[in-house]
C-alpha cells in the first residue's frame, strides 16, 4: 500500500487560493484513482473529488464546481488540488486517499471515503479572521 503524504495547506483568507499536492512513499500513485477529503471537527469525512486511475476523468462534489480542479502529474506521479475563490465553509482537514478497487476505477460521482484506504495526515486549510 502506498503510503501518502499531503502538502501545501497554509493560511488563507476568503477568495483565496491554495494548491494541496499528493505524493506517496513506496507504491506509486500512477495505478490508482485518487480522491481529496476533507473534515470538520465533529463531522464526518465527506468526499471533494476525484481522478480516475486509468484515463484521469474527474469528478466534483456540488459545492467546489468551478472552484477546485483536481489533476495528476505522471511524470512527478504527483495529484493536486487546485483550491480558487475559497470560502469559510471550506476550511476544515483535507486528505487524499487511494482506491480500493483491484482493477481500474472510475471516478462517476462523489467520492465516498469507505472505497479509498490509506489516508495521509492531511494539511490544514485554516482561513485568517
Same mark, same amino acid.
Given at each position: 500500500q502506498p503510503r501518502l503524504v499531503e *502538502?501545501?495547506? =497554509?493560511?488563507v483568507q476568503p477568495g483565496g487560493s491554495l494548491r494541496l499536492s499528493c505524493k506517496a512513499s513506496g507504491v506509486g500513485l500512477r495505478s490508482y484513482a485518487i480522491g481529496w477529503f476533507r473534515q470538520a471537527p465533529g463531522k464526518e469525512r465527506e468526499g471533494v473529488s476525484c481522478i480516475s486511475s486509468e484515463d484521469d476523468t474527474?469528478?466534483?462534489?456540488? *459545492?467546489?464546481? =468551478?472552484?477546485?480542479?483536481i489533476s495528476r502529474d505522471r511524470a512527478s506521479d504527483t495529484v493536486y488540488l487546485q483550491m480558487n475563490a475559497l470560502e469559510p465553509e471550506d476550511s476544515p482537514i483535507y486528505y487524499c486517499a487511494v482506491d480500493r478497487a483491484?482493477?481500474?476505477?472510475?471516478?462517476?460521482?462523489?467520492?465516498?471515503?469507505?472505497?479509498?484506504?490509506?489516508w495521509g495526515r492531511g494539511p490544514q486549510?485554516?482561513?485568517s479572521s
Open positions: *502538502s501545501g495547506g =497554509g493560511l474527474t469528478y466534483y462534489e456540488d *459545492s467546489v464546481k =468551478g472552484r477546485f480542479t483491484l482493477g481500474p476505477y472510475r471516478c462517476f460521482a462523489t467520492p465516498r471515503p469507505g472505497e479509498f484506504h490509506s486549510v485554516p482561513f
